[in-house]
């Protein structure tokens, strides 16, 4: 199995899994990217999975069933996304390319959102970023951060797929919140890096998340301090600490 991005629009990417014949995208919100590199590469498209409802995960689903008839589209149960023919909860499994991967619900970015886990490989959509999270549009504060500790307990190795490359400006936030993390400060030099070529920052493995994702370090004295001194008060729990970090991103560094 193999796994690499299909850039879209300013900052997305589509995730396209193939074995050199077959190939399922994940997240595909623009048909033209998919189209062409399918082409290019020879591959026949039979899967499309879907994180979650949102439109720059979706757009290209509809003009991709009409090129690839008769293709499922896994998406989640627990909301409505565009184009979904096969609807998929916790605890459901899926076969793609010959690779199996269990569904996971990670509400709280949206109230039904989806990740995809299996093969070492996590397609978290917009649940975890590299450095960061995703905004909280439908779900809640509390839906998310549970979420994301579960996502903090898979193997350290895990690779994780996020749908966006926001590294460098997650890293930015993280300075605010451990500015004496010697970790995030090593990883920004090496992301400015590969930026500067073109080049993806993602996959990332959960063991840099952990070392370096403020909003993975909720347990932690750091953190806690500095979203207690954002919030001006005594934070009751892990939950009250992502909350608090998660607004101060929103309101004063996005």
């Not at 499922?72 to 998929?88: I, K, L, N």
Request: with cysteine; aromatic share 10%; net charge negative.
């Amino acid at each position: 199995m193999n796994i690499s991005p299909i850039p879209a629009f300013d900052d997305n990417y589509i995730w396209l899994i193939s074995d050199g014949h077959d190939a399922a995208v994940v997240d595909p919100g623009d048909e033209g990217p998919v189209l062409e590199r399918l082409q290019r590469e020879g591959l026949q498209l039979t899967a499309i999975l879907i994180t979650h409802k949102h439109g720059d995960h979706t757009g290209g689903v509809k003009a991709l069933k009409q090129a690839f008839p008769g293709i499922p589209v896994y998406g989640p149960a627990h909301e409505t996304a565009s184009g979904v023919t096969c609807q998929v909860r916790e605890g459901d499994w899926i076969e793609v390319v010959g690779a199996r991967f269990q569904v996971w619900d990670v509400p709280g970015h949206t109230e039904g959102h989806l990740a995809y886990y299996g093969e070492g490989a996590l397609f978290c959509g917009d649940t975890l970023f590299s450095a960061g999270c995703g905004r909280v549009f439908s779900g809640t504060h509390r839906q998310l951060h549970d979420s994301l500790r579960r996502i903090a307990a898979l193997p350290p190795e895990t690779l994780c797929y996020p749908a966006h490359e926001y590294t460098l400006a997650n890293l930015g936030f993280a300075k605010w919140v451990e500015p004496e993390n010697l970790d995030i400060l090593s990883r920004e030099a090496k992301v400015l890096a590969l930026r500067e070529r073109g080049e993806p920052t993602l996959p990332s493995p959960l063991w840099l998340e952990l070392a370096t994702n403020p909003f993975l370090r909720t347990d932690l004295d750091r953190v806690i301090c500095a979203a207690q001194k954002y919030a001006g008060t005594p934070l009751a729990d892990e939950a009250a600490v992502f909350t608090a970090i998660r607004t101060w991103k929103d309101k004063e560094y996005d």
